[in-house]
């Protein structure tokens, strides 16, 4: 057995060889050799794996530009190039794109003549393929299909082909792996690290459902067109180490060099711990440009002893020029700068030899990552000096400050003075300000955000009057504090144009305090983020954020955490999901230890901002939370802020888990009109808002008379008091479609809700939440009207089309009441196999979002059913469709009422066409008391005509065909 020493001599060799060309390695090789010849032995064989080691996972489809890779063999390009026009399942492979020791990599498209899909298929190597690889690969493509995650490249397809090979299709993604991603775009260490806590963030969710991906190295990570992470080929290494190689054919050649853990040479069961790896390797990589681990290269005598990375401030120091340049970085010196403590922490942490050593879960390791992004010390280093110089370096210019203002006592007291006189100032111009509009408008009407109540046009611009006449005997600054409390006014009032003339003004005319002009850019950043202008947004809260650096008062801090909050949703609009997360949870961390009302109120507002995000991504337990804990915040001070909370608890609490979801939002909804007819009056906008988000809940009550009341009070408030062009009149305008559509006037739903889409985009851009909903009704109205205009359906899977793909990249995934609808529409469209591909993603979907006994899941099996019954399956549903009417009866609602109506049509029209007429009569008799019994005259006008069109097999009175549908 060789010694220790011996392996630990040979594996330094190996990190400076491995790089480098064969002539060069063979003369230091012999170099090596004259001091220790067993050594040289040990390096020989490392870097003969290492070179045996090339695997077609290793570069994504587009990275490999030729179908004939250099080296390749022309007999095995050959029979490669055989498949070429085969069709292997419903793919039909077009293009050879690449060759490698994992297999064969091809463009394939969808052959069945339904729709053009480009994929990337590939083919697992022949000589890999025993019985438990196989195995492994059906487990694995198992596993992967419980994956839904926008930063992970899904599997599509998969299966085995008749010669026994196993293949899988996947996106063809286009994009740079993550490292030539970084470098062409000179990506700082910064957005490196963003991206690393993005990629750990799709990891932590694989990991969260039980799978594994193994095989964390560069081109493992594309980066897409807009810049988001894309994680592919999880498990692939696991199916390769299923299979027995040769004795003299390591383990590790399925895993690629410095990116392995070290213990996979020693057979290792697949774990958490080798992915905490191969993400700490992958981070050394994108922070220096290299990685000098040899993982599982090295020898399992060296597990316990040996530091198998260098830390990334010591590879810096050999850093090249155009490393530098690619790293935004002017030289060595600084870029180690940037590295050396907290990024070398978490890099050693993550590739300890040992995997008891290292992080627990890689959510652990994406949590020092994004407390090194905020500048708060990381879990693994301690101390109190530690901590005191993280806080010295996030606090630079207020620790600069004081410790000035302590070594100069003077320039302290000046300091103190200061503050105290910028304090009186901001109290007078306050103090004014709220004498001014108390004249204006009677009583003094401002919140503990400064903002006038949402009111008519007219009146906010009698008030602007009134402030420049009186405000001409004070200051400017007193004139530019009203100019900004009005223009958010206006903002709320949805005059935009108007509220960024007054912010503008505001801010020329002088420079006030630090406070005012802080308050200010949160308006102007409010309002870009309203108008979907994020990137404008963003600055403006920066530049907020910059100008008040230093927070002595209560109104400095709740001024910094609305900027903050502003960034976050700014964030949030550019499909920055994680970093606006981040700074909305440390502004919200940051509330919670503020013990003042104006701090409560602050942190309410962050949680219903949070609160949202949640229900959108359909968490809506957390959403639940956030917003009644911010109800309980402002109940007692703020009544605008509690009923903002009810307003998105309605649409929450009816999508719940919860146990009479429905009777609970229609009680909040009710609740929240009183609330504010109340406090603010029967005529205030606001108030139009409530009532129309009663009458959403009145129309899922199928109390539709009410409804038509409720949204024409909506519509007459709104379009009085903020206009025809403002999106809450567009929200109205969606509930007219909804009445319109239930009344079977399609063509002028489809033109109220074509008023309401453009509303919605023109204020909040395509991706909202409003404009989603808008335009996936619109979709499902141009389907509803293709019954009678044929031509209408190719509009509305567009519309579809659109409005799911927007879902998924804005929020991560899709409603599974959506996928519903959307499979519904492919079925009728004759994309039967899209259709059963979109229900099963429902059907999944729908038990985490909904819960696995829920209303929703009752849908899922309905539509299914019909989706079956497209694609011209109808064996064995009978005793389905029994079972779906007994599990909806089970549920007192009248969303499973409709089910249970649904299914008993569906059975009936089944049994008709097998010729069954009296189980026909039957089934829709049940349908039709079910009808009446939900006393709804639609239904019953959907059913009567399917029983009088029934044939009279039978004369006998009392028989199946006499049942009465009366």
């Given amino acids: ?18 790089s480098m060309p064969q002539p060069l390695r063979r003369g230091l090789l012999g170099l090596l050799s004259i001091r220790s010849r067993a050594a040289a032995d040990i390096a020989r064989a490392m870097l003969q794996a290492s070179d045996t080691s090339i695997s077609i996972l290793e570069h994504p489809p587009q990275t490999l530009i030729t179908p004939h890779p250099p080296g390749a063999d022309t007999a095995a390009v050959g029979n490669a190039e055989r498949r070429i026009g085969q069709h292997i399942g419903p793919w039909k492979i077009t293009a050879l794109v690449g060759m490698g020791g994992m297999g064969t990599v091809y463009r394939a498209s969808r052959n069945d003549g339904t729709y053009e899909r480009e994929v990337a298929l590939k083919f697992i190597q022949h000589a890999l393929t025993t019985p438990a690889a196989l195995n492994a690969f059906m487990t694995e493509r198992n596993a992967l299909a419980r994956l839904n995650h926008r930063d992970i490249v899904p599997i599509l397809d998969g299966g085995v082909d008749v010669d026994g090979t196993p293949w899988f299709v996947m996106p063809f993604i286009e994009g740079s792996t993550i490292d030539q991603w970084c470098d062409a775009h000179r990506s700082d260490i910064r957005a490196r690290i963003r991206l690393i806590s993005a990629v750990c963030e799709a990891l ?91 993982s599982a290269y090295s020898t399992p005598l060296l597990l316990k002893d040996t530091r198998l990375v260098q830390l990334p401030s010591e590879l810096a120091q050999d850093a090249s020029p155009d490393a530098l340049r690619r790293r935004n970085c002017t030289s060595a010196r600084a870029l180690q700068r940037q590295l050396k403590g907290d990024l070398d ?15 627990p879960t890689i959510q652990a390791v994406r949590d020092d990552l994004d407390r090194w992004l905020q500048g708060r010390p990381i879990s693994i280093r301690t101390g109190s000096a530690y901590r005191l110089k993280r806080f010295f370096r996030r606090n630079a210019l207020q620790t600069t400050f004081a410790l000035i203002a302590a070594t100069i006592v003077a320039l302290l007291g000046a300091a103190a003075l200061w503050q105290q006189y910028e304090v009186k100032q901001e109290q007078d111009i306050s103090t004014r300000a709220d004498q001014i509009f108390s004249q204006s408008l009677g009583a ?13 046009t007219a009146l906010l611009e009698r008030t602007e009057s009134n402030l420049r006449r009186f405000a001409s005997k004070d200051s400017t600054n007193v004139l530019a504090r009203g100019l900004s409390i009005l223009a958010r006014s206006q903002t709320d009032a949805g005059n935009y144009a108007k509220a960024e003339a007054l912010a503008s003004e505001s801010l020329r005319l002088g420079s006030g305090t630090s406070l005012q002009f802080a308050f200010n850019q949160v308006t102007i950043a409010r309002l870009h983020n309203l108008r979907a202008h994020h990137d404008i947004a963003e600055r403006d809260a920066r530049i907020g954020l910059e100008k008040l650096r230093y927070s002595f008062t ?57 609160g949202n995000w949640y229900r959108r991504r359909l968490r809506l337990e957390e959403a639940e939370q956030d ?18 909370a009810r307003e998105l608890l309605i649409r929450t609490t009816r999508l719940s888990k919860v146990p009479q979801s429905e009777a609970r939002a229609m009680a909040i909804a009710n609740t929240l009109l009183q609330s504010r007819s109340t406090t603010l009056g029967a005529e205030h906008p606001l108030t139009g808002v409530a009532w129309g988000e009663l009458a959403f809940m009145q129309m899922l009550d199928q109390q539709y008379a009410a409804a038509q009341t409720s949204t024409d009070n909506a519509e007459r408030i709104l379009r009085s008091t ?44 395509k991706a909202h939440e409003l404009a989603l909903d808008a335009r996936f009704l619109l979709a499902n109205q141009y389907w509803w009207q293709s019954r009678v205009t044929p031509s209408a359906l190719s509009t509305a899977m567009a519309l579809m089309d659109d409005s799911i793909a927007l879902y998924q990249k804005r929020n991560g995934e899709v409603p599974a009441l959506h996928r519903i609808a959307y499979s519904d529409l492919l079925a009728e469209s004759g994309r039967g196999i899209e259709a059963q591909e979109q229900i099963a993603i429902a059907k999944r979907d729908a038990v985490r979002q909904y819960g696995a006994d829920s209303e929703e899941m009752l849908h899922v099996r309905s539509s299914e059913i019909d989706v079956k019954i ?97």
């Avoid at 392995?260 to 774990?271: C, Q």
């Avoid at 003094?444 to 008519?456: D, E, I, K, R, V």
């Fill in 870 to 966: 497209a694609n011209g399956s109808q064996e064995d549903l009978l005793p389905v469709m029994n079972q779906l009417v007994t599990d909806a009866r089970s549920v007192d609602s009248l969303y499973a009422r409709a089910i249970e109506f649904s299914t008993l049509m569906t059975k009936g029209g089944v049994l008709r066409d097998a010729g069954d007429i009296p189980a026909a009569r039957a089934s829709f008799a049940a349908a039709r008391k079910v009808a009446v019994a939900a006393n709804n005259d639609a239904w019953i006008k959907r059913i009567d005509p399917l029983i009088d069109e029934l044939p009279d097999v039978s004369a006998t009175p009392g028989s199946a065909s006499h049942v009465s549908r009366h």
């Fill in 627 to 644: 917003l009644n804990r911010a109800i309980e915040l402002a109940s007692q001070t703020e009544p605008r802020i509690v009923d903002d």
């Fill in 722 to 765: 903020v206009g025809i062009q403002h999106p809450a009149y567009a929200r109205v305008l969606v509930a007219q479609a909804h009445l319109m559509t239930f009344s079977s006037r399609l063509d002028e739903a489809v033109r109220c809700t074509q008023r309401a889409l453009a509303i919605l985009e023109e204020n909040y851009g």
């Fill in 345 to 359: 922490a978490i890099v050693q942490r993550c590739t300890a030899p040992d995997p008891d050593e290292r992080y």
């Fill in 554 to 610: 209560d109104q400095e801090k709740v001024a910094q955490l609305q900027l903050r909050m502003q960034l976050a949703i700014a964030q949030e609009g550019r499909d920055e999901a994680q970093p606006a997360m981040a700074t909305l949870n440390a502004a919200i961390e940051e509330a919670s230890g503020l013990k003042t009302s104006a701090g409560d109120l602050a942190l309410a507002q962050m949680l219903i901002v949070r």
């Fill in 204 to 294: 932590a969710y694989a990991h969260s459902r039980g799978v594994l991906h193994q095989d964390i190295k560069p081109s493992a990570v594309l980066i897409d067109a807009d810049g988001n992470p894309k994680l592919l080929d999880f498990g692939l290494a696991d199916i390769t180490s299923s299979t027995p190689l040769p004795a003299d054919s390591p383990r590790q050649h399925a895993y690629s060099p410095g990116f392995g853990a070290p213990e996979l040479l020693a057979g290792a069961r697949p774990s958490a711990a080798i992915d905490v790896f191969g993400i700490g390797a992958l981070l050394c990589f994108l922070l220096c440009g290299r990685t000098s681990a040899t």
């Fill in 1 to 18: 057995m060789k010694s220790t020493r011996d392996e630990r001599l040979a594996l330094r060799w190996v990190r400076r060889l491995i």
């Fill in 444 to 456: 003094a009407a401002l919140s503990q955000t400064q903002t006038l109540p949402l009111t008519a």
